[in-house]
């Protein structure tokens, strides 16, 4: 069983996103511990270990760290705002 570290940014966009989509995405978050590739999930182009999966318009980009059984939640934002760099 992996563990889930969620970065401090991320819990922040998620605390804005609606209550309805917020827990859909807390649930498949904690998931991510049995399973960190679940169907539908996408390796990021151009990354060695960085993936996302969809909820809704939500998007999850993740790192896992398999040596470590380690997985970080970098970002969690609408699919327009998702892939932007700041």
Same mark, same amino acid.
């Given at each position: 069983? &992996?563990?889930?570290?969620?970065?401090?940014?991320? /819990?922040? /966009?998620?605390?804005?996103?609606?209550?309805?989509?917020?827990?859909? !995405?807390? /649930?498949?978050?904690?998931? @991510?511990? =049995?399973?960190? #590739?679940?169907s539908g999930c996408?390796? @990021?182009?151009?990354?060695?270990n960085y993936y #996302?999966?969809?909820?809704?318009? &939500?998007?999850? !980009?993740?790192?896992? =760290?398999?040596? !470590? @059984?380690?997985?970080?939640? !970098?970002?969690?934002?609408?699919?327009? /705002?998702?892939?932007?760099?700041?």
């Amino acid at each position: 069983m &992996y563990t889930v570290v969620i970065h401090k940014k991320a /819990e922040k /966009e998620i605390d804005k996103i609606p209550d309805v989509y917020a827990i859909k !995405i807390a /649930e498949a978050i904690y998931d @991510l511990a =049995e399973n960190p #590739r679940p169907s539908g999930c996408v390796k @990021l182009i151009g990354s060695n270990n960085y993936y #996302r999966i969809r909820i809704a318009d &939500y998007r999850i !980009i993740y790192s896992i =760290e398999d040596d !470590i @059984l380690c997985i970080e939640v !970098i970002k969690v934002a609408h699919r327009k /705002e998702s892939y932007k760099r700041r």
